[in-house]
């Protein structure tokens, strides 16, 4: 079973950065990809960023230039760097991990952690 443990959240002001960091418990040796997820109050989940194993990454329009994604994979880790805050960032940010083994896609999440941007 597949645990993902995220960190980093927290009450910032705007303008402000933070940087999340999410660690899964195993290694994963099939093509996958880890990233962040987003749920303001009232509103759906929707993607963040990205970053596939091979590398490839993916980002929203509204925090191109402003967050950056990256990955270690000898610690199975994903960051976010969040900069340049601005109060609309405020949610619950989701670490996903999905995988796709013999043409099944699964998708692992986090517990959530709280980021709030506000003065």
């Known amino acids: 079973q597949v645990q993902l443990v995220e960190s980093g959240g927290g009450l910032v002001q705007p303008g402000g950065s933070l940087r999340l960091s999410c660690k899964a418990s195993?290694?994963?040796?099939?093509?996958?990809?880890m990233g962040w997820y987003r749920q303001a109050p009232g509103k759906q989940r929707e993607l963040v960023a990205t970053k596939a194993s091979g590398g490839n990454t993916d980002y929203a329009d509204s925090v191109k230039g402003r967050f950056t994604i990256s990955r270690d994979n000898a610690k199975n880790t994903v960051y976010l760097q969040m900069n340049s805050l601005k109060p609309e960032d405020t949610a619950v940010y989701y670490c996903?991990?999905?995988?796709?083994?013999?043409?099944?896609?699964?998708?692992?999440w986090g517990q959530g952690t709280q980021v709030t941007v506000s003065s």
């Open positions: 996903n991990l999905r995988v796709w083994r013999l043409g099944v896609r699964s998708d692992y």
């Open positions: 195993v290694t994963i040796f099939s093509p996958n990809a």
